[in-house]
């Protein structure tokens, strides 16, 4: 059984950076693509960032462009998230996802109900 787990997250002041680390652990093939989503009291789970299987694709949404990187790390089906320029409204709980995909290695999925495998989360709060 694949487990996702997150680390990274805690309290920054508005313009500071956070880099959230994601490590997939359990029997892991290497064909998952990875994302990033987030959820804010009241709010609906959203998808912040997205990666392919092979490291090569990656996407933001309108909200995290030109703020925050996806990337796969050094180790087999890991993804980190740098965020950069920080605003209070990026203040969530930031989940990490999988899917095991079957592609060329460069597809992105950025629809929630693609992704199977969920970390638990971690906590971003971002003060003005």
């Known amino acids: 059984q694949v487990q996702l787990v997150e680390s990274g997250g805690g309290l920054v002041q508005a313009g500071g950076s956070l880099r959230l680390s994601c490590a997939a652990s359990?029997?892991?093939?290497?064909?998952?693509?990875m994302a990033w989503f987030r959820q804010a009291p009241g709010k609906e789970r959203e998808i912040v960032a997205a990666i392919s299987w092979n490291g090569g694709n990656t996407w933001n949404a309108d909200s995290a462009k030109g703020r925050f990187t996806i990337a796969r790390g050094n180790a087999k089906n890991t993804v980190n998230l740098q965020m950069n320029s920080l605003k209070p409204e990026d203040t969530a709980v930031y989940y990490c996802?999988?899917?095991?995909?079957?592609?060329?290695?460069?597809?992105?999925?950025?629809?929630?109900?693609?992704?199977?495998?969920w970390g638990q989360g971690t906590q971003v709060t971002v003060s003005s």
């Open positions: 996802a999988a899917a095991r995909v079957i592609d060329s290695g460069s597809g992105l999925y950025t629809r929630q109900s693609t992704y199977n495998i």
């Open positions: 359990g029997r892991t093939p290497s064909t998952y693509a």
